[in-house]
């Protein structure tokens, strides 16, 4: 079974640009998470999707950050513009149901801005 | 207050030694209980759920106790293999699947 596809893997930018993120979540997965992990610390969830619809958006800096799951399926997650305390990895998670206690994470695309 | 709090480490342990990790979390409707393992530059995956009675996987036993807040897991025979950062993490309902995890205890099995 295919598991949740990242990319970019990697992503070196400037302060104040732009940046995006693209996630493909397990096929049949209903269930999308967005998480921020800053060195040394664990995952933060910035927004659940159910299908299309935002389920939990309360911990994602809304004036700079964004994200969609238009068709359902995969999703984007942008930061406009980065701040040099962005840099992190950013995990993409699937789960079959929103109360499956198992969330099956991407490989992450680790961003650092300069 | 942070929801999951967790000893960072490291903690740096010979082969074949038992180690135990315990974290507390903060919020007294928490759910669920479970412990991911990272290896470095990798991914979080799911070690084990924690139960209230306390589980055991192989080499790995979990335990819960909800009047303290408090979760551990315990590694017996620690194998090089072993070496990761644990993640203890609750599931408390808030209307959405939240999943709060601690910082992460690194466990580095010496040979």
């Known amino acids: 079974e295919a598991g949740v596809a990242q990319s970019p893997r990697y992503k070196i930018i400037e302060k104040r640009q732009s940046v995006a993120f693209w996630c493909n979540p397990i096929?049949?997965?209903?269930?999308l998470y967005w998480y921020q992990q800053i060195l040394g610390q664990g995952p933060k969830l910035l927004i659940q999707?159910?299908?299309?619809?935002?389920?939990?958006d309360s911990q994602l800096p809304k004036d700079r950050f964004s994200a969609e799951r238009l068709k359902g399926v995969d999703s984007t997650l942008k930061i406009q513009p980065a701040k040099l305390e962005d840099s992190a990895v950013y995990l993409c998670?699937?789960?079959?149901?929103?109360?499956?206690?198992?969330?099956?994470f991407g490989p992450g695309t680790r961003l650092t801005v300069t | 207050r942070k929801e999951v709090e967790q000893d960072p480490g490291p903690f740096n342990v010979p082969e074949g030694a038992t180690v135990a990790f315990n974290c507390t979390y903060s919020?007294?409707?928490?759910?669920?209980f479970f412990w991911y393992r990272q290896d470095c530059r990798k991914e979080p995956k799911l070690l084990m759920s924690?139960?209230?009675s306390g589980n055991e996987d192989g080499r790995f036993t979990a335990q819960l106790n909800r009047a303290s807040q408090y979760i551990s897991l315990l590694i017996r025979d620690s194998k090089l293999s072993d070496s990761a950062t644990y993640l203890c993490?609750?599931?408390?309902?808030?209307?959405?699947?939240?999943?709060?995890f601690g910082t992460g205890t690194r466990l580095t099995v010496i040979p």
């Open positions: 998670a699937s789960s079959f149901l929103t109360d499956s206690y198992e969330q099956y």
């Open positions: 096929s049949g997965h209903a269930t």
């Open positions: 999707f159910q299908n299309n619809g935002v389920v939990d």
């Open positions: 919020n007294s409707a928490s759910q669920s």
């Open positions: 924690v139960y209230s």
């Open positions: 993490v609750v599931r408390t309902l808030t209307g959405a699947n939240n999943l709060f």
